[in-house]
Structures are given as C-alpha cells and as structure tokens.
C-alpha cells in the first residue's frame, strides 16, 4: 500500500530528507514502541512536512515534534489530491480498522433509493446501502438530502406511484390519502388499481431513473405529436406544457448521479511522475476504475505509447489498459458506501482537478470525450464545460 520505506536516523536527518521528494504524498511514521499509534496522515509537499515534524524542534514552540518518538518513515508519492484522500482512506482503514472512518469525517452520499423487494413499490432518500446483488436499486450520490429530496419529490409528481412509506394491507374500506384524492397515485392501499396496473407505473419510474428522465421525455413528446397528428390540439397543448415542467426538474439532476450497480465511469487525474516532474519518465497520466460505485486505482497510463503499438490508436490503447486493468467489488455494503462519500465529496468540489466520464447503457465509455480529458488533465487545462440539458423537444 504504501511503497517506500526509510529508517529514519536523528544524526542524518538532512541526508534523509533531501532523499525525499517535495511532492504530493501519504506518510506513515512508526515509533520504536511497536504499541504506539503510528502517524498517518497526507501532504502537498512530502519533505517540507517531515522537516516540520522530525527537525530539531525551536525553543518556545508549541508545534508538534516526533524527533525522538519515529523510527520508520513509510510513504507513496501521489499525483492528485484526489490519489491522496484515495491512498489515506486505504492506509487509515488499515492501520486503524475500528476508528478510521471518526478520522476521515466520512459523510456518505444521500441515494434516491427505489425499494423493489416491497409488495408495492415505493421511493426514497437514504444514506444507507444494501446488498446490490437484492432487488432494491440505488440512484446516487446527491451533493445533500436536500437536493435529493427535491429531485425525487418533483420526479414523482409525473407518476402515479405511492408515496406512503407504510407496508401496505390493501383495503376496499380504506379511505386513502391525498395523493388519491387528487388522482397523483394508483391507490392501491385501497385497490384502486390492479397489481398489474402498478406494476407497469413502478416500472416507468425504474425507466425514467435509469435514462436520467429521456425515457419520459421520449414518451411524452411522442404523446403530443400523435395528438396533433389527429387534431386534438388542446391535449397536444396539455402535454407540452407538461414537457415544460418537466425540463426543469431534470436540470436538477446532476451529471453525477447514476443507477449504482450498473454505474461504470473512468476519473482521470495527473500522474506522480508529472507531479515530481522526473525526467527520463514517460508522459503519463493516472486511470482510476470506478464500477458499481467501488473505486480502483491508479493506473499509470503513458500518453505516448512504446515503439510497438505507434499504429494503434489512442483509444485502442485505451480500451486495452481498462481491460488488462481489472474492476474491484466492495467486500462489504460499507466499503461500497465509503468509496461513494470519497467520490461524492471529489465530485462536488468547486475546485475539482481531474475529469471522470461515464459509460452510457450499453456500458460503452465516451473514448473521443476521454482522450480529450486525458489531454486538458495532462497540459493542466480546466475541464470541458457541462452542457446545458435541452429543453424539451
């Protein structure tokens, strides 16, 4: 995990340190009492940081000294801060396994979750994740609950089903609830659907989740199009306007949020070898795999490639890397939800270095948009501008 290893000796702490490159890195100090807690932590300039900590403490200085407590200094140079928090969350999760998420400050990532194991199927917002491999699916990360709420509140007032949060004991004498007074639900608390019927509406939820709303967007445009086929232009006009509504509401809708088990995405950062700028190394940048919400990572990706593959493209090359480059399966619901809160909290920086890129259905990556992303990460250009969702058609 961590790569390099230095035995650190008072009497020759200059050699030691002008040893050590002042670049990006996560650091390891281990005393000489193996009982005692070792010190993790990360830092921007990895020599300057030691110099503060294992230097010749000043006089009337309170700042921390571990001088005469460190005897090893392990260590992994890192390109990005993205690497970093990566690299630490994976060295705190082993050195400390009963406290290193309190350390981390983990917030994890609020989920619009889609609840199919139900009888009668229903939405909603939680911080929690289950076992993939049962039938409730997850939608996520939202930056906050706030934002997911209303994303998921104004969704569901183009559907018909159930709001409730009850286990459903369907029956005719029930009086229902608002959202079947004002014909927003299928009722079927009191049966005012068939099985079937709310079936094939939680199923048009499950689509519009999935296609980040195009499946509805798709349906309603051809509703209205076929309405004005057969001059019925008052319900044309009606579905329009509705098409309006709904343009907003998927603005809201951030590019990041995806179906978990089926999210695959490539986030491209710059390498430790540009970072400490060595020379003599190839032009690279750092590939990290993100499948199912489960982070993988790095892989050092040459932006030249060798004298044998010159004639294959940079997308074939590309392809090659991934698929050599195996994805990683969480060991646990926890781990996935971790990985999730590490890229939700990247994801929504204000000032986020690298790009990610997702793969569309088919689970087919967006290869010109990569190697254009590979390009601006390596130069240090800022990424390519969102683009504005279209208004409805």
């Not at 979750?113 to 009888?119: D, G, P, Q, V």
């Not at 409730?136 to 706030?146: A, C, E, L």
């Not at 004639?311 to 990985?339: K, N």
């Not at 890129?357 to 087919?364: I, Q, S, V």
């Amino acid at each position: 995990m961590l790569t390099e290893r230095i035995e650190f000796r008072p009497e020759a702490d200059g050699e030691i340190f002008s040893a050590v490159a002042a670049a990006p890195a996560v650091f390891l100090l281990r005393g000489t009492d193996a009982g005692a807690e070792p010190y993790v932590s990360k830092t921007a300039n990895l020599r300057r940081r030691l110099q503060r900590l294992l230097s010749v403490p000043e006089e009337r200085t309170k700042r921390l000294n571990l001088r005469d407590r460190v005897r090893w200094i392990e260590y992994t140079l890192t390109g990005s801060d993205f690497e970093s928090g990566f690299v630490l969350y994976q060295v705190l999760r082993s050195v400390f396994p009963q406290t290193y998420s309190n350390r981390l400050r983990f917030r994890f990532a609020p989920l619009v979750k889609l609840h199919l194991e139900n009888e009668f199927p229903r939405a909603s917002i939680t911080m929690r994740m289950g076992r993939l491999a049962g039938k409730n699916v997850y939608y996520g990360p939202f930056p906050s609950r706030t934002v997911a709420e209303k994303f998921m509140n104004d969704a569901l007032d183009f559907f018909k089903m159930r709001r409730c949060v009850d286990d459903l004991h369907p029956d005719p004498k029930f009086p229902g609830c608002v959202y079947s007074e004002m014909k927003m639900c299928l009722a079927p608390c009191f049966r005012g659907c068939s099985d079937d019927e709310y079936r094939a509406e939680v199923v048009r939820v499950e689509n519009f989740l999935d296609s980040g709303g195009e499946s509805l967007t798709r349906q309603m445009a051809a509703e209205r199009d076929d309405a004005s086929a057969r001059m019925e232009f008052e319900i044309a006009a009606t579905i329009h306007a509705r098409l309006e509504k709904l343009h907003p509401v998927l603005q809201q809708l951030p590019e990041y949020v995806q179906r978990i088990d089926r999210a695959h995405a490539v986030v491209v950062q710059r390498s430790v070898q540009r970072s400490v700028q060595r020379s003599g190394q190839a032009e690279s940048v750092a590939l990290f795999r993100v499948d199912a919400g489960v982070i993988a990572g790095p892989l050092e990706f040459p932006i030249s490639g060798p004298e044998h593959t010159k004639s294959q493209s940079m997308e074939g090359r590309i392809t090659a890397a991934l698929a050599a480059f195996p994805c990683r399966d969480a060991t646990s619901a926890l781990e996935r939800m971790e990985h999730l809160a590490i890229l939700k909290r990247w994801c929504y920086r204000g000032s986020r270095a690298g790009e990610i890129f997702f793969a569309d259905a088919k689970g087919e990556l967006p290869m010109r948009r990569l190697v254009r992303g590979i390009g601006r990460v390596y130069k240090g250009e800022p990424a390519e501008p969102e683009v504005e969702a279209k208004p409805p058609v």
